[in-house]
């Protein structure tokens, strides 16, 4: 069984049903489990920074949002997917 909370869990597929990726990788790669986010969704991540259709501010919103959770290991997390994203994605997007 995988570290996620269920509230983690319930949360990803929240955003699996309303169609947003982005939300939901955001969501996965700032999950409850005390360990660094996964390589595969700050990839993906990272990915989205280069499609045009993608929305760089909603990206930021959405990891932002993340920052105002009460437990510091999602908070902790949300910061390093931003500066991952900052060092390694495409800004313009």
């Known amino acids: 069984m995988s570290g996620q909370s269920i509230t983690d869990r319930i949360a990803a597929a929240q955003h699996s049903m309303t169609g947003s990726a982005i939300s939901k990788a955001v969501c996965k ?7 660094g986010p996964k390589k595969k969704h ?5 990915h989205c920074t280069n499609e045009m259709n993608v929305s760089i501010p909603q990206l930021a919103d959405t990891l932002f949002e993340r920052t105002a ?5 999602v ?6 997917a931003t500066h991952h994203l900052m060092m390694y994605g495409n800004e313009v997007g």
């Open 69 to 73: 959770n009460s437990s510091w290991v």
């Open 42 to 46: 700050l990839d993906y991540l990272i």
């Open 29 to 35: 790669a700032t999950t409850h489990e005390v360990s």
């Open 75 to 80: 908070v902790f997390k949300a910061l390093i």
